[in-house]
């Protein structure tokens, strides 16, 4: 079964609106890392949060990690266009922080 | 600063023939990592190589695929006997060391076997 699991498969918005993305795992982790892939494109990193931190911003991302509930979800506010994209997040175990495991992803389209 | 740099971007292979992904990590960065992309799903981990060394093939195949990162040039995936099975995107992601997290992607080979 998946490591990772984003929750919805797919979103779609209106520009400006704010975009939630949820994503579970199942195993202890030391960092959940988050990533944005445009169709065809290669993957852009977005964002890194340790197992030890509970909320992180970079411009109009936040993540929030819960430990306990082994979820994270990442928030898009102020949604643009060019936000179109898959959104994966990759989490890594103990033992091998090196081996990440993704989800299938959320489609997130943001309409104009 | 240029990133990760996979070549060719687009591969097409006949079945039984081989095929060769290349990578070229970041500057500066010695640990290589190769993961492939089936449709519409998630990456898969398959190999994380250092200079000259695998550290961890466990998501290899175990026939046809081979890995190395050598000495001087690039991380060379080699599939050897294309099926139509091994029609995916590869990527490729390095990072600075095994204490830096953030793995930095290329673009991707996309492998289309006819």
């Known amino acids: 079964s998946q490591q990772g699991e984003e929750d919805p498969q797919a979103l779609s918005i209106q520009e400006g609106e704010n975009a939630t993305m949820n994503c579970s795992y199942k195993t202890s982790i030391n960092n959940l890392q988050w990533y944005r892939q445009n169709s065809g494109r290669g993957l852009v990193h977005l964002i890194l949060?340790?197992?030890?931190?509970r909320e992180k911003h970079s411009g109009r991302l936040r993540v929030t990690l819960d430990t306990s509930k082994k979820s994270s979800s990442l928030l898009i506010t102020a949604s643009r266009a060019a936000d179109t994209a898959s959104y994966f997040c990759a989490t890594d175990r103990i033992q091998s922080n090196y081996k990440l495991t993704f989800g299938k992803g959320t489609l997130l389209t943001v309409n104009p | 600063n240029a990133g990760v740099m996979q070549n060719p971007r687009h591969l097409v292979r006949r079945r039984g023939q081989e095929a060769r992904l290349r990578c070229s990590p970041m500057?500066?960065?010695?640990?290589v990592y190769w993961y492939r992309q089936l449709p519409e799903e998630g990456l898969k981990f398959m190999v994380y190589l250092q200079k000259e060394n695998i550290i961890d093939e466990s998501g290899m195949p175990k026939e046809r695929f081979s890995a190395e990162f050598p000495k001087e040039g690039p991380s060379i995936l080699r599939i050897q006997q294309v099926v139509r099975g091994d029609s995916a995107a590869y990527f490729c992601?390095?990072?600075?060391?095994?204490?830096?997290?953030?793995?930095?992607f290329g673009p991707g080979t996309r492998l289309l076997v006819l």
């Open positions: 949060i340790r197992s030890n931190e």
């Open positions: 992601a390095s990072s600075l060391g095994l204490l830096e997290e953030t793995q930095y």
């Open positions: 500057k500066g960065h010695s640990h």
